[in-house]
């Protein structure tokens, strides 16, 4: 009997507690030990429990694991007809104000980076692309628009190209000393139709369906939970807006973690397109160019079409 399956895989406090916080995040063992409370083993025992159960799964990411809740399935659908059975509840409340912290505590972590490194930024961002034009491949298809956003703009070098295709170009990220180095740019232009904002990719300072156009460059891999920027990206883009999204390939070029800050190596294009669908985007086109240094670029060109 196969209900019996997820019946059992949900008939303990634990594996409860931990279904409802990878429900809201993904984590590494590690960081469920420190918000449980537990022993490692037994989280791990209990975390294989639901992974067979099709609740929970496990991405590898170099030497770490991060487990999440499962996207699809029987065993997810199974989740998703009692979780509202978690709402409410003061221990699954406070498990994830723990997770929460955890998560936080690594934003805090990778704006130090940025600040720290915002100066030389360019440079380091040349070394991983190479002689790949970035700016060309991003807008080569561009149109005229009148609101376009840089989620993750960096010291502006995207946002530079950005304005010559809008009416108002807006820059977002969450490093003070990045914007800094971007303010720098174009006041030394003059440039008014430029504006920067101080805001976190997953949390955006704009408002339902203010632009016209987006562009996510080579951030998704720094970011905590980078499904979650997909889904505040469909939230400011208008319905017919267009988004393009460049990220690396999945690989195994650890350097690029402990030189230049990423959190995951590339991301699987099939997870991607999964993003986008869910968030109500159409792929109108993937474009895979091979680099240098053996990295393997995807940019997704798409458009909101459905209301979110």
Known sequence: MESLTYFKALADETRIRLVNILLHHELKVGELVSILEMGQSRISR????????????????????????????????FVNAVRYLFENDSLLEKDLARARQIIEARARGSMRFFDHIAASWDLLKQEIIGPFDLKQAIFREAGRYGIAVDLGCGTGELLDAMKNHADKAIGVDSSPRMLEEARKRFSNKGEENVEIRLGEIEHLPLGDNEADFAVISLVLQYLDEPQAAVAELARILKPGGDFVLAEFARHQQEALKSGYGVKWLGFDPESIRAWLDKNGFTINRVDSHELSNGLTLNIFRSTRTDSV
């Open 46 to 77: 209990h975390l294989k429990i639901l992974a067979d159960a099709g609740m929970v799964r496990t991405v590898k990411e170099g030497v770490w694991g991060f487990y999440s809740a499962a996207e699809s399935g029987p065993g997810r659908t």
